[in-house]
């Protein structure tokens, strides 16, 4: 869309010279004669720019740059003026001009400056915009989201606060599964009570159970005194066991126990006790595939699963890249104390073509690392990450062999090759291919390959 500008000259040649040139440049135009008549304009119809000569009879340019930005603060000024000097343009800016220009000054001196603050208006525009991306968005604590997947998401996740069932949240790493636990808990009726993290893969299987459930002294090597585990920590609160995939069978056959009649008892101990601790659990496995394996309980999953909150990987829900780059903007900003630098819309074209392995958290971290690194209080290109920066596949690349080729063939082939580099792993295959998990799946059992190779 081309910008509007508000020329106002008393000279009528000048006038008509700056318009024809404005306008054979793309610009739509409307030139006023003088300040009184430039404000009625504003007050009729919404402008862009304003470029205005200093000197001019009645209301000069600096009046009528001043009552211009109270009219309409987000307009840009241009002045023009043969009597520049330094006084004259400092005083202008002070008062709120973008950029000036000294008469008499040629076409392409004057299209250089008008595209400068052209630029630097849409660029200002985009970042209002994203601004008021995070007040019109849906939000959940840190989780911001505006997608009918993320609607789903945070409809579950109120029902959770509202009731005291076990709650199951899958999905891959990095895309907010502790937030999700953090806000259930903190918005429901345990706020005030304990909230306990455990990372069920970072636990050495030995000592699974002593941190969960506590020990006696003497309960093992190593045992010189009793120990609260931590459900007991968790009394009255809430335990949030990240990674539950990866918990020992035994362990979880401890856990079901718990669920189903709040005691526990500790390594080495015979006394029971009994806790009153809502359970939520994370994983970033498929937990039904985990119990078609044999590597988790089935009796276990059901219980777990009364109220599942499943969170989507970040390259299935684009549609809010915009609303949380806007969020990450302010916060990371702020953490760092620094003014938010303005984002143009080629830095979120080069966002969207990253397909985000890492999700949220892997988009929070990349801008933290572009705003510490900027240059400027504009970002750049420049200032993003390599993998940010390398061009969109081009399907002109590919070339079609001479003798031509069997799509299925070549289907099967890539399917091998991604299964290969992966080890065997499905999901990180369907990952590499661009596919959803059940596709991939559809496809291996379609061309009869085996997981493994």
């Not at 009184?36 to 504003?42: I, K, N, R, V």
């Not at 990371?332 to 630098?341: N, Q, R």
């Amino acid at each position: 869309m081309s910008q509007r500008i508000l020329i106002t000259e008393d000279d009528r040649v000048q006038r008509e010279i700056i318009r024809d040139i404005l306008e054979q440049a793309g610009y739509e135009t409307c030139p006023c004669a003088d300040g009184p008549t430039a404000l009625d304009a504003l007050a009729d119809g919404a402008y862009d720019i304003l470029l205005t000569d200093m000197k001019m009879p009645g209301m000069d340019g600096l009046e009528l740059l001043r009552r211009a930005k109270e009219q309409c603060p987000d307009l840009d000024v241009v002045v023009m003026t043969a009597h520049a000097t330094v006084k004259t343009a400092v005083t202008a800016i002070k008062e709120g001009a973008a950029d000036y220009i000294e008469k008499p000054f040629d076409k392409d001196e004057l299209l250089l400056v008008m595209a400068r603050t052209s630029e630097r208006h849409e660029l200002r525009q985009h970042n209002r915009m994203l601004v008021r991306l995070v007040d019109d968005s849906v939000s959940l604590g840190n989780i911001v989201g505006k997608s009918p997947v993320m609607h789903e998401v945070f409809e579950r996740t109120r029902r959770a606060v509202s009731v005291p069932s076990t709650v199951l949240i899958q999905g891959e790493s990095g895309t907010g599964k502790e937030l999700i636990a953090r806000h259930i808990h903190f918005s429901g009726a345990r706020a005030k009570k304990p909230f306990v993290v455990v990372n069920c893969a970072a636990i050495p299987e030995t000592l699974v159970e002593s941190e969960l459930f506590g020990h006696e002294k003497g309960a093992f090597t190593g045992a010189e005194t009793s120990r609260s585990g931590k459900f007991e920590l968790a009394h009255g609160g809430t335990l949030f066991l990240d990674e539950i995939g990866d918990m020992r069978l035994e362990s979880q056959a401890k856990l079901l126990r718990v669920l189903q009649d709040g005691v526990i008892e500790r390594v080495g101990g015979h006394k029971p006790r009994t806790v009153d601790v809502r359970v939520v659990v994370a994983t970033n496995h498929d937990l039904k595939q985990c119990v078609d394996a044999g590597k988790f309980r089935e009796d276990l999953y059901y219980r777990l699963e009364v109220l599942a909150i499943t969170l989507p990987p970040l390259r299935e829900r684009m549609e809010d890249l915009p609303y949380l780059v806007s969020h990450f903007r302010e916060k990371v900003a702020e953490k760092l104390g620094i003014t938010p630098p303005a984002i143009g819309p080629d830095i979120l074209d080069a966002l969207r073509r990253y397909r985000w392995p890492g999700n949220v958290r892997e988009l929070e971290n990349t801008l933290e690392q572009a705003f510490i690194l900027a240059k400027g209080d504009t970002l750049t290109l420049d200032d993003l990450p390599e993998k940010l920066r390398a061009p969109e596949p081009n399907a002109g690349d590919i070339v079609l062999p001479a003798g031509g080729v069997v799509l299925e063939d070549l289907e099967q082939e890539l399917i091998r090759q991604a299964l290969e580099r992966t080890g065997g792993r499905v999901k990180d295959a369907a990952e590499l291919l661009g596919l959803t998990y059940k596709t991939l799946q559809y496809r291996m059992k379609k061309h009869e390959i085996p997981r493994t190779l």
